[in-house]
């Protein structure tokens, strides 16, 4: 959302990594009445050992597995731990409120302050923030006031923050591209790349386990990620052994990231996959779907979600409902947010209960969006950005009657 804000804007972007944001939190200081124990194994106890015996040999023990253990109280916050996130973000918080930010009251890690005029918008998640304004001289001045306050240079030289300007920016695994006027293109093709070498090595090793797929009439031309029959299920099918199992799930565990960041049309296939994880069948059912799925990502991998909004301020939205598809006899959801180029935001699920009609599929349908409705115009109007219109558009009328109307519009079966 805030990408789209500004492209359209035509917005100065900067990505900035905060580094060692965590090392520079003293857990004692910043919170007296927190403790973080945390119990280490293996080899980190070994090297411990053996850089301070003095302080840590004396304090190990051994465990059934032969595995050295030891038990230690952090002084300093340690990435990983819940703790050291919630004192990073309380800290960066408290940074940008002494500079005049407030958090938009819709997601606690996007900020605005207004400068000259415009809005100075920084997003961050953990230590990696997005900032943008329409000023280039103000988001230098962001920058330098964040590497004033973050920033320490170790003995050895390392310790610098980093900071990317231009155009094209990598942020959280993607890449946004902003050089097309009013327009942000964004990519994943190291992710898209690594799925492709853990998949071809899947299929060498398991080369003899995995029967062939054969495709099915009239699927020559992979048109969409899913098979006609994505939701179709046999329960007689034989079960992928246990070391497959875990290719099938390490696959469909990185396909979700990229789902989720830059390929929503994978939306139908990943949302029956996931569900696939725990016993995926061999040849004839999940694993075919899965096939299916990567080749689609093969010839599509380098197309862009281009996304895109215009001066309107109407938001668009499309919903509709798949009935009854799934095998336990429920409907398929799925929805997006248009506002001129693009699903800039998007849903695709299993509905949690069964439904009589398709209208009341569609019904069901809408109440599964309505939270991201009304979010996103809650969210964007806290940026600054004048909403006109939140409109939900079906293709059943009488869901939209009922929606509008309520029990005027119901009969017996409602």
């Known amino acids: 959302m805030t990408s789209v804000i500004d ?19 003293v857990v004692a200081e910043a919170e007296k009445d927190y403790r973080v124990i945390v119990r280490l194994r293996g080899r980190i106890v070994e090297i411990l050992c053996e850089i301070a015996p003095e302080v840590y040999l004396p304090y190990f023990t051994v465990n059934k597995k032969g595995e050295k253990i030891l038990i230690v109280q952090c002084l300093n916050a340690l990435y990983g731990t819940m703790v050291a ?8 918080v408290k940074s940008l409120e002494r500079h005049g930010f407030k958090l938009n009251p819709y997601d606690p890690c996007v900020a605005n302050k207004t400068v000259d005029g415009s809005v ?11 900032i943008s304004h329409k000023s280039k001289k103000v988001v230098d001045e962001t920058i330098e006031w964040l590497r004033d306050e973050y920033e320490v240079i170790f003995e050895d030289g390392t310790g610098a923050m980093k900071v990317h300007r231009g155009k094209v920016h990598k942020y959280l695994g993607m890449h946004m591209d902003f050089s097309h006027k009013g327009e942000v293109h964004l990519t994943m093709p190291k992710h898209l790349e690594d799925i492709q070498v853990t998949y071809d090595a899947a299929q060498a090793k398991f080369n003899d386990d995995f029967i062939e797929v054969k495709r099915r009439p009239g699927s020559k031309n992979q048109l969409t990620s899913a098979p006609i029959d994505i939701f179709v299920v046999n329960e007689e099918c034989k079960k992928l052994p246990e070391e497959q199992r875990e290719v099938f799930h390490c696959l469909v565990a990185k396909f979700v990231f990229v789902w989720k960041q830059v390929k929503p049309d994978i939306g139908v296939a990943m949302s029956f996959l996931t569900k696939r994880v725990k016993q995926p ?12 799925l990567m080749d689609y990502l093969r010839a599509d991998r380098n197309r862009p979600l281009i996304l895109a909004a215009d001066k309107t301020g109407i938001l668009i939205w499309y919903i509709d409902a798949a009935f009854a598809v799934h095998a336990n006899g429920r409907s398929h959801t799925g929805g997006g947010l248009y506002m001129k ?4 935001i998007s849903q695709c699920g299993g509905q949690k209960l069964n439904t009589r009609s398709s ?26 950005i004048a909403v006109r219109q939140n409109v939900i558009l079906q293709d059943n009328k009488s869901s939209i009657l009922l929606e509008e109307n309520g029990k005027a519009s119901a009969g017996k079966r409602m």
């Open 7 to 25: 492209a359209l804007e035509r917005r100065d972007v900067a990505t900035v990594d905060i580094p060692n944001a965590f090392v520079q939190m």
């Open 85 to 92: 996130s919630l004192l990073y973000y309380k800290k960066f």
């Open 120 to 130: 100075l918008t920084v997003c961050f998640h953990v230590d990696d923030c997005k």
């Open 281 to 292: 069948d061999l040849d004839l059912d999940d694993w075919r779907k899965l096939v299916h």
């Open 341 to 344: 180029k693009g699903f800039i």
């Open 359 to 384: 209208t009341e599929a569609e019904i069901v349908g809408v109440d599964d969006c309505m939270t991201l409705v009304l979010w996103v115009h809650e969210f964007l109007i806290a940026q600054g």
